[in-house]
C-alpha cells in the first residue's frame, strides 16, 4: 500500500506573524495545510494519507478536516513528536498499527509548508520509491554553493554541476528506513537532518527525482508573501 506522510509537527518559530504554527496560516482562501493535502487527495495512488500534527493542534486540524475536507476518510491525524524524524515514525507506527508490516509498504514524506507539490512529483516518487527502495526530490543548483568552515572565510567551492537543493517528498519502502534507522546508534541520530540521511548515513542509496522550483517551502515571511502572490491572495505585511 501507499501512504502519504505531511509533517505538520512543528510551530514555525520563524515566521513570527501570527499566535498559530505557519502550516496553519491562510493562503489563499484556506490554510496552508490544506492545500498540501489537497496535492496528495488528488493523487488516486495514495490509499491514506496521514498528517502528523503538533499535540497542541490536533484538535484544530480535526476541526478543518471535518469543514473543508471531502475525502476526510482517507485522512488520519497523528501526533507529531520532537523533531522531524520522530513525527515520521509515529506515522509509521499508526500505519503499522492500522496495516500491519509489508515489505510492500511506501511512505511519501513532504513538508506542511509545500504547498505547490505537483501530482507528477508524488507519482514519480512512488515509482522511484517502489524501484529504488528510497528517493529524494532535488532541483539543480543554480547558484554557485560556497563552503566555509569557520563563517568567516571561504574553505571551498565545490562544482555546481553536482550540487542539488532537496526539496520534499522524501519517499521510502517502510522496511527498509525502519531497518536503516534502528540500526542506528544515538550519535548518528542526533546529526540527522532529514529522513534521507538515514540512508545515506548507512551508504544506502537514494534515488534522485527531479523537483520544481515552484515547490517552495514557506519558511520565511518572504517565503509566504510569494506563496499569497502564487495563489492571487492578498499580500500580508
Not at 476541526?63 to 507529531?80: C, F, K, M, N, S
Amino acid at each position: 500500500m501507499i501512504f502519504g506522510a505531511i509533517l505538520a509537527g512543528g510551530t514555525g518559530s520563524r515566521m513570527n506573524i501570527a499566535d498559530m504554527p505557519k502550516q496553519f496560516l491562510p493562503l489563499g482562501d484556506k490554510p496552508i495545510i490544506l492545500h498540501t493535502l489537497e496535492k496528495f487527495l488528488l493523487c488516486d495512488k495514495m490509499d491514506r494519507v496521514y498528517v502528523g500534527v503538533h499535540p497542541d493542534w490536533v484538535g484544530h486540524m480535526q476541526d478543518l478536516l471535518e469543514r473543508q475536507v471531502p475525502q476526510r476518510e482517507r485522512v488520519i491525524l497523528v501526533p507529531g513528536g520532537g523533531d522531524r524524524n520522530s513525527t515520521i515514525f509515529n506515522i509509521v507506527d499508526k500505519i503499522e498499527a492500522d496495516w500491519g508490516e509489508s515489505d510492500d509498504h511506501l511512505i511519501i514524506t513532504h513538508d506542511a509548508v509545500r504547498p505547490f507539490v505537483t501530482l507528477r512529483i508524488l507519482e514519480e516518487n512512488i515509482e522511484a520509491a517502489r524501484a529504488f527502495g528510497a528517493c529524494d526530490t532535488v532541483v539543480s543548483a543554480v547558484d554557485t554553493i560556497v563552503v566555509s568552515e569557520n563563517g568567516e572565510t571561504i574553505s571551498q567551492i565545490p562544482d555546481r554541476r553536482l550540487m542539488y537543493q532537496g526539496q520534499t517528498p522524501q519517499s521510502f519502502r517502510i522496511s527498509l528506513l525502519k531497518k536503516l534507522y534502528q540500526s542506528l546508534d544515538e550519535e548518528e541520530k542526533a546529526v540527522l537532518t532529514d529522513a534521507c540521511k538515514i540512508c545515506v548515513v548507512r551508504q544506502t542509496p537514494v534515488r534522485l527525482v527531479e523537483g520544481d522550483v515552484s515547490n517552495l517551502k514557506i519558511t520565511t515571511v518572504s517565503d509566504y508573501k510569494i506563496a499569497q502572490a502564487m495563489v492571487g491572495g492578498q499580500v500580508v505585511d
